[in-house]
T-cell receptor, first 117, second 116 residues
Framework: EAQVTQNPRYLITVTGKKLTVTCSQNMNHEYMSWYRQDPGLGLRQIYYSMNVEVTDKGDVPEGYKVSRKEKRNFPLILESPSPNQTSLYFC????????????????FGEGSRLTVL | AQTVTQSQPEMSVQEAETVTLSCTYDTSESDYYLFWYKQPPSRQMILVIRQEAYKQQNATENRFSVNFQKAAKSFSLKISDSQLGDAAMYFCAYRSAYRSAGKSTFGDGTTLTVKP
């Protein structure tokens, strides 16, 4: 089954304790991205990756890190979480290739609810 | 930078009736994609419908259709014969079609309530 898998789905942590949210896709997609969803603010893009070893900032990258060492994985790292990073996080992937038929559609994981105390 | 505006934070519709959700966007690009995503209480993001900017014809998917007005930068979603399962938050989204562009922009969402 084609899917994007995020872990953990729920996490409660404390300020300053480093954490990683993993994201893995099995669709051989070049493009992957992270979003956070907060009430009344829609989804805001944190980081994205056009391909392996290529990452770039979205609209709200402060306090986050990412890496793309393999095509299928795109972990989100919070080095020193703070309460304002309490949010619902989504990872997404899409086909994005030169010369191919791109639909632009994003395939989302099920979301990770993070609470920072 | 692109922006997406959904001016209706909440909408309600009677079951079996028709409802239209509004979305406007701002961009200087000529080639892009527009989407409507649905987020039910399960939080899963589900693609409802997609439109490519270079296509004049409005996209349709069963009971869902869009009114795409490129010059006006408007992209509304019409849901016909509304069903209880349509109750969800709906997000309008923009994505550049240029290969170098990786950003996607979402509106703030419209919460749709379906009344039996």
């Amino acid at each position: 089954e084609a899917q994007v898998t995020q872990n953990p789905r729920y996490l409660i942590t404390v300020t300053g304790k480093k954490l990683t949210v993993t994201c893995s896709q099995n669709m051989n997609h070049e493009y992957m991205s992270w979003y956070r969803q907060d009430p009344g603010l829609g989804l805001r893009q944190i980081y994205y990756s056009m391909n392996v070893e290529v990452t770039d900032k979205g609209d709200v990258p402060e306090g986050y890190k990412v890496s793309r060492k393999e095509k299928r994985n795109f972990p989100l790292i919070l080095e020193s979480p703070s309460p304002n990073q309490t949010s619902l996080y989504f990872c997404a992937s899409s086909l994005w290739s030169a010369g191919g038929t791109n639909t632009g559609e994003l395939f989302f994981g099920e979301g990770s609810r993070l609470t920072v105390l | 930078a692109q922006t997406v505006t959904q001016s209706q934070p909440e909408m309600s519709v009677q079951e079996a009736e028709t409802v239209t959700l509004s979305c406007t966007y701002d961009t200087s690009e000529s080639d892009y994609y527009l989407f409507w995503y649905k987020q039910p209480p399960s939080r899963q993001m589900i693609l409802v419908i997609r439109q490519e900017a270079y296509k004049q014809q409005n996209a349709t998917e069963n009971r869902f259709s869009v009114n795409f007005q490129k010059a006006a930068k408007s992209f509304s979603l019409k849901i016909s014969d509304s069903q209880l399962g349509d109750a969800a938050m709906y997000f309008c989204a923009y994505r550049s079609a240029y290969r170098s562009a990786g950003k996607s922009t979402f509106g703030d969402g419209t919460t749709l309530t379906v009344k039996p």
